[in-house]
């Protein structure tokens, strides 16, 4: 089913259903960042566990990130 095909069908849905199905994906949009979020504080944790983590002001990491990148 194409993407174009996937919006036609849901227009043809009355629109309480439309307002439902639009709420299950904003819930379900919001726990999947949460697990990202979640996944990313867990390698934050191991990095500095593991003393392999960063610190350092915002300009001092901008500048780190930015010489990785011109190396």
Known sequence: MTF???IESI???PAEDQEQLFEL???RRIESR???I???AQNVFQAV???TAKRGSFEEMK???LS???E
């Open 49 to 51: 566990e593991a003393g």
């Open 68 to 70: 990785d990148e011109d």
């Open 63 to 65: 500048a780190y990130l």
């Open 34 to 36: 949460r697990a990202e």
């Open 25 to 27: 994906i904003r819930k």
């Open 4 to 6: 174009q095909e996937i």
């Open 11 to 13: 227009e043809e849905l």
């Open 38 to 40: 979640a996944a990313n």
